[in-house]
């Protein structure tokens, strides 16, 4: 719902792979990204052709659950945004791929005549946003040491995509350039490498109804993945709301019951900070608080399992009465 270019890179060019695979094997040279035809030859067309299609089965599994979870920056972004992201990244990485077979040549004195083929650049160039802009929630623990959250599941998939071949390393290194180079706010490239807007209104008018989906009837609850940052983003606003008026209806409570002042103290108690020594100065009388809020062990459990602690947990509910998803947004900001 809400990716309609996600869900085109996602079987497009899954489903060309495998029929090269399976039934069109002689086609497969035309798809081959042979840099020395390149330089040599100037089969320009090859950047084109070598840079879309993944001609190891391995690369297109890994590549489409990569891009089906990059999704969110689609739902989030919007598709001609997105579109323009990739579009900048794809250039970029050609770029930066031509470059880095020249430096490995003249510093290590390898020839990289041919690299793995496939929309693998913009894929990795991906990995930008994904680092910098989705939140780490921390989903379980391993042996007690080794946190599993929910962007695990993509490292590993990106690793195992990054292991998949001899020179993959160049792509990915210039996929990641590329998308530092997009995302740089100094550099202005998404300014320049960008899709024009008549250009998102053709294939709006014509391919968006091809791949667009309906819109979920009912939610699912998942786990780890994508789709919780996803649900997590599409509430944010509505969570921020709901904040305000629990804040909102706390300090009338307080300003009813201390006779108009207000004890911001209680209202916003320092979560991670509980024992820091100006909290301990400042600690309101147990005369002016009011009663504590009888928490429900059930929510305190749930919040346990997504990794908080009793004492965070218990303060939070407390604090947005007794609300689970008030409650869950707070830990997460604080």
């Known amino acids: 719902d809400k990716a309609p270019l996600s869900k085109s890179l996602l079987l497009v060019p899954s489903a060309i792979s495998i029929l090269l695979t399976l039934l069109f094997q002689h086609y497969q040279k035309f798809f081959a990204y042979n840099l020395q035809a390149v330089k040599e030859d100037f089969q320009i067309w090859r950047l084109v052709c070598g840079r879309t299609i993944c001609l190891d089965l391995k690369d297109t599994f890994c590549s489409s659950l990569l891009i089906y979870n990059f999704r969110i920056f689609e739902r989030r972004y919007g598709s001609r945004k997105f579109s323009s992201f990739l579009l900048g990244a794809w250039m970029l990485s050609a770029l930066f791929d031509l470059l880095l077979v020249e430096i490995t040549q003249y510093i290590f004195g390898i020839t990289i005549n041919s690299l793995p083929s496939g929309f693998l650049g ?4 991906l990995f930008v946003p994904f680092y910098s802009s989705i939140p780490r929630v921390q989903v379980t623990q391993v042996l007690g040491h080794f946190s599993i959250t929910n962007k695990s599941l ?4 990106g690793l195992q995509l990054l292991t998949s071949g001899s020179y993959i390393w160049i792509l990915a290194l210039s996929g990641l350039i590329s998308g530092i180079c997009y995302n740089s706010s100094i550099l202005k490239v998404h300014r320049i490498l960008c899709v ?3 250009v998102a209104k053709i294939f709006s008018w014509t391919l968006e109804p091809v791949f667009s989906s309906a819109e979920p009837t009912n939610e699912v609850r998942v786990g780890m993945g994508a789709t919780v940052d996803i649900q997590r983003q599409q509430r944010m606003e509505l969570l921020d709301r709901q904040i305000m008026m629990s804040q909102v209806a706390q300090m009338r409570r307080q300003r009813q019951q201390q006779g108009g002042m207000i004890n911001w103290n209680r209202l916003f108690p320092p979560l991670r900070h509980r024992h820091n020594a100006n909290y301990q100065d400042h600690h309101p009388s147990e005369q002016g608080i009011p009663p ?5 062990e059930e929510q305190v459990a749930r919040l346990m399992e997504m990794g908080f602690s009793r004492g965070d947990a218990l303060e939070a509910l407390r604090a ?3 609300d689970l998803n008030v409650a869950t947004n707070f830990l997460l900001q604080h």
């Open 196 to 198: 024009p807007r008549w």
């Open 292 to 296: 504590p809020t009888e928490v429900s």
């Open 122 to 125: 913009p894929v990795f160039a």
């Open 154 to 157: 993509v490292y590993i998939l």
């Open 320 to 322: 947005s009465n007794n």
